[in-house]
DNA sequence: GCGCGTTGTGTGACCTAGTCACTGAAGGCG
DNA sequence: CGCCTTCAGTGACTAGGTCACACAACGCGC
């Protein structure tokens, strides 16, 4: 829908049906016409189904991401099995954790998991180095970028060393719930955003609905009273 | 020492007695004479003390932060009073987390705090980001900086969320020994280092004693064992 | 509908880590 | 020497993580 603004001839190359795609990035709209079309070139168009692994430890990047469609969960896992979320990366982003190791030239120290299908634009560090080198727009974008999930970063480190747990849970579920006040998501999906155990969980949403607070059933956690919830998690 | 190398009659300049100090910076030792000019004249020196504050929560930083000499601990307090450290920037180093807050924005989530005697040149965002527009080593400079600093974050959450404390206090003592295996530190000192408490550090010691490892006096460790609590530290 | 494997949840026992409220020892200093 | 401050030791308790289960809900083939 709303295709009907675009105005200029599509331009057959490459990405197919992605060609133009710079257009819709907050920053690259704006490169120069050579330097998007040096960007779409160089570019290579990544592919991967829901579920699928994007990157994960002991690959190296190849390239810079760039998301040109759906969502990427990148987590770090421990040798017993547990999990805990990092980040998201939403279409019109790119991988700090890919950026990173790109740039320290180490593999990467986390998993990168598409949430849903996933189309991705894997462009070379050469290119990307040029595109930092030309474009001020692009720097502002990927230093804006770098920024705010370094900052994420370190809010992360917050709550997993002074946070409370029962908070923690309280708020991821208010997050993760829908308009309906639905979450779908089972005890050990939770546990693993937070990087806790699946038994935490079930033991303190056991307490939750207990205070009338949620409902339960298999996948899937209803909150009946989002407000106290959202109270609760706010209350530290 | 190493002073009849230096070729050049010293420029005297706003920067006083370290006017050329760009010179001894990693990257920034590549800048072409105009840039280096502008830099030193556009930065502002900046003093501390060992063990006053450099920046720290409600505060936006008023420039990129570069360290001449001495060093810089940066760490985050709970509410409650625990602490733990992020990362220590070094002389010829930058600070991530200004660099992070300069570009979001945001007023700084942590603290930093001089952990010696500290000269620090803070140049204007403006400044900074002129040299990131025209100098190819200073942008390799502050990328790799930036992209190595994230990668240690990354350990940090990985350490804090799936470590074992016993495991984190035998390498982070390990870590702060001197060649005689001494540690001039407080058990409060390493809590805060690790984000625990006190009492967790207390009590661990107390048993690496036993084991033989460690011998403790009043802010001070000896590491009796340095092989057999690396060993233990390394053990996971 | 029935059987059966898979996946999600509930639970108790146990251990590690963090909190609280103390005690007392070691050192600095007038 | 006495006094104050800082450091370290300790016990009781709570929160959170691990282990080993039991069992319920669903998916699917027949």
Known sequence: MKE??????????ALGAHAGWTGRF?????????????????????????GERVFGPGEKPRGMLFLLSGAVRVHQTSPGGREIVLYRVAA?????????????????HGEGVAETDVVAAE???????????DSPEFRDFVFAAYSHRMIELFRVVEDVVFGRMDLRIA?????LADEEGVARVTHQDLAAELGTAREVVSRQLAEFQRRGWIE????????????????FAASA
Chains 1, 2 share one sequence.
């Open 216 to 231: 339960q059933g298999r996948g899937r956690v209803r909150l009946a009273d989002r407000a106290a919830l959202a109270r």
């Open 26 to 50: 907050a920053g690259l709209a704006r490169l120069s016409p050579t330097l998007r079309r040096k960007l779409e070139d160089a570019a290579r168009l990544r592919r991967f189904a829901a």
């Open 171 to 175: 708020e991821r579920l208010c997050q």
């Open 92 to 108: 019109g982003e790119s991988c700090v954790m890919t950026a990173a190791c790109l740039f320290a030239e180490q593999s990467y």
């Open 123 to 133: 462009a070379p560090r050469a290119t990307f180095e040029a595109l930092l080198a």
């Open 4 to 13: 009907t603004v675009a105005p200029a001839a599509p331009r057959p190359g």
